[in-house]
């Protein structure tokens, strides 16, 4: 008789080392080159989203204090325009190399600060940062090129409002571009995701950027809709909810201020029968399990083709019980935590909506830890395209699977939406593909992969995912204007 045994394995802890970082315990605003106490700010405790423990006091800034970081900006602008392209290059390939050799204490301070995980943060976010200010630093000499022989300047002073799923990589996202047109650039990090941009603060320090051509200035919601409406920033660059873009563009009509608006999404991960099945399931993991889905262009309406529907169904509910959830410092994590208990509040309402809906709904059973945020890994069969679940952005660990039968209908069902960020489709027939993404609206379309950011390539939305673009030659015209006009 022979007897089998199973083995049962599991991963030993891989805590990533911290003892590297070097964080201060109070970080001021970083303003004229250096950092400086509020004026009518105030200081407030930064959190780690996976154990709730503060990790450092963050000054946020008042209206004085933007006033201050505004004057600053004006006066060093004219000067910071006037260096030729490739002095300029020359600022931001230095912070592209502080980047890099700071990457270590970046990632680590991204995952603490945010609750992602550290594979993420070391192996996407910072590297991307880097590679978003080479990327820039190699057009700041080269801005007609970029604009197809146009005669440009800069707009001047632009604010800049960030959100907490990528914290440094939108802030290189908004300021390389920025920089590099000869702009002087006023950021706004999100409210619970602070540090890393303060240690960007530090690296234009260290890359002896000229004193007021960045600034950073922490604060809330009430900071950023202050720096919004005040006089002598020339262009706001906003990514975040479609709800504040709205209200800001409220906050602008009528005045002469340039603005880009990256917001939201629901964006269609599309399966086709030909596809390749095991391949497109990695590809619906990472699309949206990537950052517990915290991603705009997450792929969090998952359409497939009914006759694999059953199939792709049970391969990724099978994928998703090997998802690892927890320690975000832990190298072998694949879903951190969630970035705040206000966010994990607003997950949870969708799931319940979902559920309440009838919509059928799985989730992962998995320990995670007792303090922080967590929602473990979930999935939604039986949904209707009315369901909110369907409609609205979740922004979190969750994905809704609708069926279709033709690629006519793939296609209307996708773009049944107001949003328009992103899609994937996922096929073996190279000229489906092509034909499904012309027929997409949306601002960035993936075969046969997903989630996939290259800084020489556009991004930005259709309809209410916002316009303009980031990244790539598109990326420069938001940041320049036509001479005299
Ligand atoms: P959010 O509430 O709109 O916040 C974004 C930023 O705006 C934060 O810095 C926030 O400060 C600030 N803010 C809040 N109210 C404001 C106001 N009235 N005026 C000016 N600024 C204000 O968005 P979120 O919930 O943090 O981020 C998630 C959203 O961002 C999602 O909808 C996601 O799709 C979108 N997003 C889009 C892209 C893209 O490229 N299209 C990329 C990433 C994220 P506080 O942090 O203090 O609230
Ligand atoms: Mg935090």
Known sequence: MSVRTSIVWD???????????????????????????????????????????????????????????????????????????????????????????????????????????????????????AAHFFHYAGWADKLRYGVAGREVEPMGVVGQIVPWNFPLLMAAWKLAPALACGNAAILKPAETTPLTALLLAEICQEAELPAGVVAIVPGDGATGATLVRAPGIDKIAFTGSTGVGRDIQTALAGRDVGLTLELGGKSANIVFEDAALDQAVEGIVNGIFFNQGHVCCAGSRLLIQESVADQVVAKLWRRMGNLRVGDPLDKNTDVGAINSAEQLARIEALVAAGEEEGAVRRTVACDVPERGYWFAPTLFTDVSPAHRIAVEEIFGPVVSVLTFRTQAEAIEKANNSRYGLAAGIWTDKGAKAFEVAAALQAGVVWQNTYNHFDPTAAFGGYKESGFGREGGPAGLRPYLREKGA
Do not use: C, M
């Not at 700010?41 to 006091?57: F, K, Q, Y």
């Not at 800034?61 to 970081?69: F, I, Q, R, T, V």
């Not at 931001?92 to 502080?98: M, N, S, T």
């Open 11 to 129: 991963y030993a802890p891989a805590p990533e080392a911290t003892d590297h970082v070097r964080l201060r315990d109070s970080y001021g605003l970083f303003v004229g080159g250096e950092f400086r106490d509020p004026v009518d700010g105030r200081r407030e405790p930064t959190i780690n989203p996976a154990t709730e423990e503060p990790l450092a006091e963050v000054a946020w800034a008042g209206p004085k204090d933007l006033e201050a970081a505004i004057e600053a900006a004006r006066a060093a602008q004219p000067a910071w325009a006037a260096l030729p392209g490739r002095e300029r290059a020359k600022y931001l390939f230095r912070v592209a190399r502080l980047i890099q050799e700071r990457a270590r204490e970046l990632a680590v301070v991204e995952s603490l600060d945010g609750g992602k995980p550290l594979r993420e943060s070391r192996d996407v976010d910072i590297p991307l940062a």
